[in-house]
C-alpha cells in the first residue's frame, strides 16, 4: 500500500459565503443550483479496462446537471491524488471537470504567517479569506452553468472547513456580521462532502510532511486536525467518510465510487462496491449529553404520483431556523444489475412547491427530527419519527450509516451510548415509504417488498420472518407498543 500525498493543509480556514436566506415564504428568490439528470456511458480510467459504464436512466431524459464535490481531510489524506483520479475517471465519461484551487494556500503562499497576526487581524483575514473563496468558487460554479456537457467541480477544501480553526464564538459572530447561514454554506452550495481521513489516523506509517511546503503538523496535530475538519461538516446530507481501514489504491476506488454512487452513475463491479447502507432499529432517544457534537434538522417528507409500480418518487425538505433545503428523489429497483438506484436533485423552493401538487394521497406526510453526528470515523444519521405521522410511527427511531464494515469490525464503530435493537436493512417493516401508507399492511397493494439481491446477508434470516405483510406489520406493532 502506497499512501500517497494530500492536499496542502493549512489550519488557517478557507471557504465561501452566500447571503443569508430568507424565511421561507422569500426563499424563491434562493440561488440553490439545480442538479439535473444525466447521460452518456464511456469507460473508466485507468481502473478498468472492460466495457464501458452505463448511467441511470432518470425521469425527464438525459439533461446536463452540475454536480459540486468538498474534498476535504486532515494532513497526509489523500486529496491531491483523489482530485487527479475523480477528473480522470470523469472526464473520460465525457463530464467537464473543473477543480478549484485552495484558496488558504493561494492567500499563504504571499507570506502571510498566522502566527505573527494579532487576533484581530486573524479574524478579519479568515473573514476575507472566505469572501475570496466564495468569488473563487462562483467563478468556477457560472462556467459549470454554462457548460455544454455535464459538469463535475471538485473543490478543494470548502466554506466549513474555516469553522474548524477558529472559536465557536467568533465563527458565530462572523456568521451574523455577513449574514452567513448553515444551511447556505454547508447544504445548499455543495452537494456532496468527501473526507478523505488523514494517514495519520489508521495508516500512521505513511503519514508524511516531505514535499509540502506549508505542511508540518506531527502525528497526533495531524490527527486532531483531521477530526476538526470532519466535525465541521457534520449536518451535510450526503457528507462520506473515506477512511484508511483498506490499501490506498482502494480507498480511491470508495471515494470514485461514493461519488458515483450519489450521481446516480451504473459503476456496476468496476470498482468493486465496498460500502452499502446500513438501517438499525434504536429502542430509545438518550439524553443529549451522551452524544458527541451533533446537528439536529427538521426533515419533512411527501411521495409523490410516480411513473410506474416500482418507481419511488418523493421530495424532502430540511432545514434548521427556518432556512430549508429541498431534494427530489427518484428510486429505481433493479436497474443495471445494481440493487436500487437513487437520482437526487436539488431544487429551488418555487420547484418544491410545484411540485408539491403531485403528492400521492396514499402516503402519509412523514416528520422526522434527524440528528447527525460523527463518531470513530463513521457518519450516523438518526431519524425520531414526528406526530403529525401514521400511528405505527410513534416513538420510531432509526439509526442509519453507509459502512464497507460487518460483524464485529462494525460492531466496534458503532455508536455505544445507543440501545441498538438489531439491524433492519432491507427489511420492509421499517421502510419509509411502507411506514407512510394510509391503508392497512394487510390489506393495502401498495406495500414494498424489498428485491432478494437487496436484502443482506446479515438480514436474511430475518427477512424470511417478516417476509409477508401481516408478519411485517406485527413486528411494527410490537415496536409501538414496546
Avoid at 204 to 231: I, N, P, Q, W
Avoid at 397 to 411: F, I, M, N
Avoid at 444 to 462: I, R, Y
Wanted: with cysteine; hydrophobic share 30%.
Amino acid at each position: 500500500m502506497e499512501q500517497k500525498d494530500a492536499t496542502t493543509e493549512n489550519a488557517n480556514g478557507k471557504q465561501l459565503q452566500m447571503q443569508q436566506s430568507k424565511p421561507e415564504q422569500r426563499d424563491t428568490e434562493k440561488k440553490i443550483e439545480e442538479q439535473k439528470p444525466q447521460q452518456p456511458e464511456r469507460t473508466s480510467p485507468k481502473l478498468n479496462s472492460r466495457a464501458g459504464l452505463k448511467l441511470a436512466k432518470t425521469n425527464g431524459g438525459a439533461k446536463k446537471r452540475v454536480y459540486k464535490v468538498v474534498l476535504t481531510g486532515g494532513p497526509c489524506g489523500g486529496k491531491t491524488t483523489g482530485q487527479s483520479r475523480l477528473c480522470t475517471f470523469f472526464e473520460n465519461l465525457g463530464w467537464k471537470v473543473f477543480r478549484v484551487p485552495e484558496t488558504a494556500t493561494v492567500l499563504l503562499s504571499g507570506g502571510v504567517k498566522f502566527s505573527d497576526l494579532t487576533d484581530k487581524e486573524a479574524f478579519k483575514f479568515q473573514e476575507n479569506l472566505i469572501r475570496t473563496m466564495i468569488q473563487i468558487e462562483n467563478t468556477y460554479f457560472e462556467l459549470g452553468q454554462s457548460s455544454l456537457r455535464d459538469c463535475l467541480i471538485i473543490c478543494d477544501r470548502g466554506v466549513m472547513d474555516a469553522s474548524a480553526y477558529i472559536s465557536k464564538d467568533k465563527w458565530e459572530k462572523m456568521m451574523s456580521a455577513n449574514n452567513w447561514n448553515p444551511i447556505e454554506l454547508r447544504d445548499n452550495r455543495y452537494n456532496q462532502i468527501l473526507h478523505l481521513v488523514s494517514a495519520a489516523n489508521g495508516a500512521e506509517d505513511f503519514y508524511t510532511t516531505e514535499d509540502h511546503a506549508c505542511r508540518s503538523e506531527g502525528v497526533d496535530m495531524a490527527r486532531d486536525l483531521d477530526y476538526k475538519s470532519a466535525a465541521a461538516w457534520v449536518g451535510h446530507p450526503y457528507f462520506d467518510v473515506i477512511d484508511n481501514s483498506t490499501n490506498f489504491e482502494t480507498k480511491m476506488n470508495r471515494l470514485i465510487e461514493a461519488v458515483c454512487q450519489k450521481v446516480g452513475i451504473d459503476i456496476g463491479d468496476r470498482l468493486l462496491a465496498t460500502s452499502r447502507k446500513l438501517k438499525f432499529l434504536v429502542a430509545s432517544l438518550p439524553p443529549d449529553s451522551e452524544f458527541p457534537p451533533f446537528q439536529d434538522f427538521d426533515v419533512v417528507h411527501h411521495y409523490l404520483q410516480s411513473s410506474g409500480p416500482k418507481v419511488q418518487a418523493r421530495l424532502r425538505k430540511r432545514g434548521q431556523k427556518n432556512h430549508w433545503s429541498y431534494i427530489h428523489t427518484i428510486r429505481r429497483p433493479n436497474v443495471h444489475g445494481q440493487s436500487r438506484i437513487e437520482v437526487k436533485t436539488q431544487l429551488t423552493h418555487r420547484d418544491y412547491m410545484n411540485l408539491l401538487a403531485q403528492r400521492d394521497d396514499a402516503h402519509f406526510t412523514i416528520y422526522k427530527k434527524r440528528r447527525c453526528f460523527l463518531i470513530n470515523n463513521q457518519y450516523f444519521q438518526l431519524d425520531i419519527y414526528k406526530e403529525p405521522s401514521h400511528p405505527r410511527c410513534k416513538g420510531l427511531v432509526l439509526l442509519e450509516t453507509y459502512s464497507s464494515h460487518s460483524g464485529d469490525a462494525l460492531k466496534n464503530y458503532m455508536p455505544k451510548f445507543l440501545n441498538i435493537v438489531k439491524e433492519v436493512t432491507g427489511d420492509p417493516a421499517y421502510s419509509m415509504f411502507n411506514l407512510s401508507l394510509r391503508e392497512d399492511w394487510s390489506t393495502t397493494k401498495k406495500f414494498w417488498h424489498p428485491l432478494p439481491e437487496e436484502v443482506t446477508a446479515t438480514n436474511a434470516s430475518k427477512s424470511k420472518q417478516s417476509n409477508g405483510v401481516s408478519n411485517a406489520q406485527l413486528v411494527l406493532n410490537g415496536h409501538a407498543k414496546g
